[in-house]
């Protein structure tokens, strides 16, 4: 039997979503998207790329990068706080990290994929890629389990209002027209759903009535009265003291990051 097995990527996925709070769970076809897959050059590829015209969508086989561990149980982002089988799960905590994500595939160009909205981060390896057959990869009637009542669950209203106060519509507005940042969408669209501590949607308190989320390379301060979110600010979620250091230039949205601190270096009192 074999003990381990080498894999060698075929290219790389190039898009805007640095970080895996930009990657939205199960990406809705309707969005907008400008993901590329660049295959890796002198290899051939271009001929394995021949006959994807008229081929709508593709599967992608790729690797969770960014992943040193393996969990037997883990806390899906989706429904309620209770642990599930990995294997029944999606989570990229496997014994190995492998995942598999089909796409919209909007043209070729060369060594180059078009592709549709995905749920990969920028930089992420790719495996293998084959063609998406509706006859046989469509099982719609087919059951599965407690992610059916979690889904039948999301497509009621979300049972809480969120909304933006003064002072965070002031940073939300700032990283938008000066940075072209804004996560503020996806930032409701999660605590509209539920705003409670939670491990995997990076919920926590922060203080006797306060809560934070991580969004990314950033943070929102919020507090929750009955059925009503208030985002009270947004901050940074590296400190000056690490944005700083010489070797972490890469470190997402670093310079907005260290404008922000400027211009408010207290900007939260928390």
């Given at each position: 039997?074999?003990?381990?097995?080498?894999?060698?990527?075929?290219?790389?996925?190039r898009?805007?979503?640095?970080?895996?709070?930009?990657?939205?769970?199960?990406?809705?076809s309707?969005?907008?998207?400008?993901?590329?897959?660049?295959?890796?050059?002198?290899?051939?590829?271009?001929?394995?790329?021949?006959?994807?015209?008229?081929v709508?969508?593709?599967?992608?086989l790729?690797?969770?990068h960014?992943?040193?561990a393996w969990?037997?149980?883990?806390?899906?982002?989706?429904?309620?706080?209770?642990?599930?089988?990995?294997?029944?799960?999606?989570s990229?905590?496997?014994?190995?990290?492998?995942?598999?994500s089909?796409?919209?595939l909007?043209?070729?160009?060369?060594?180059r994929?078009?592709?549709?909205?995905c749920?990969?981060?920028?930089?992420?390896p790719v495996?293998?890629?084959?063609?998406?057959?509706?006859?046989?990869?469509?099982f719609?009637?087919?059951?599965?389990?407690?992610?059916?009542?979690?889904?039948?669950a999301?497509?009621?209203?979300?049972p809480?209002?969120?909304?933006?106060m003064?002072?965070?519509e002031?940073?939300?507005?700032?990283?938008?027209e000066?940075?072209?940042?804004?996560?503020?969408a996806?930032l409701?669209?999660?605590?509209?759903?539920?705003?409670?501590?939670?491990?995997?949607?990076?919920?926590?308190?922060?203080?006797p009535?306060?809560?934070?989320?991580?969004?990314?390379a950033w943070?929102?301060?919020?507090?929750?009265?009955d059925?009503?979110?208030?985002?009270?600010?947004?901050e940074?979620a590296?400190p000056m003291k690490?944005?700083?250091?010489?070797?972490?230039?890469?470190?997402?949205d670093?310079?907005?990051?260290?404008?922000?601190?400027?211009r408010?270096?207290t900007?939260?009192?928390?």
């Open positions: 039997m074999l003990t381990s097995l080498t894999l060698q990527p075929i290219g790389y996925l898009t805007q979503q640095e970080v895996k709070f930009k990657a939205g769970h199960q990406p809705a309707a969005e907008e998207a400008s993901n590329e897959l660049e295959l890796l050059p002198g290899c051939g590829y271009e001929q394995a790329l021949q006959d994807l015209a008229g709508e969508r593709i599967w992608l790729w690797w969770f960014r992943n040193s969990r037997p149980l883990v806390l899906p982002p989706r429904g309620p706080a209770q642990r599930r089988g990995v294997f029944a799960t999606r990229p905590h496997r014994p190995n990290p492998l995942g598999l089909s796409t919209a909007l043209g070729v160009q060369g060594r994929l078009l592709l549709g909205p749920d990969l981060i920028d930089g992420t495996f293998d890629l084959k063609p998406y057959v509706p006859v046989y990869d469509a719609p009637s087919a059951r599965a389990g407690w992610i059916d009542e979690t889904e039948a999301y497509r009621n209203p979300p809480f209002t969120v909304q933006l003064p002072t965070a002031v940073h939300a507005t700032w990283l938008r000066i940075w072209g940042i804004d996560f503020t996806r409701s669209e999660l605590l509209a759903r539920d705003p409670a501590p939670h491990r995997t949607r990076r919920i926590r308190r922060r203080g009535d306060h809560f934070e989320i991580s969004c990314g943070r929102a301060l919020f507090i929750v009265a059925t009503h979110v208030s985002v009270l600010a947004l940074p590296y690490f944005l700083s250091r010489p070797g972490y230039e890469d470190v997402p670093r310079d907005a990051q260290l404008a922000f601190l400027a408010w270096p900007a939260t009192g928390l």
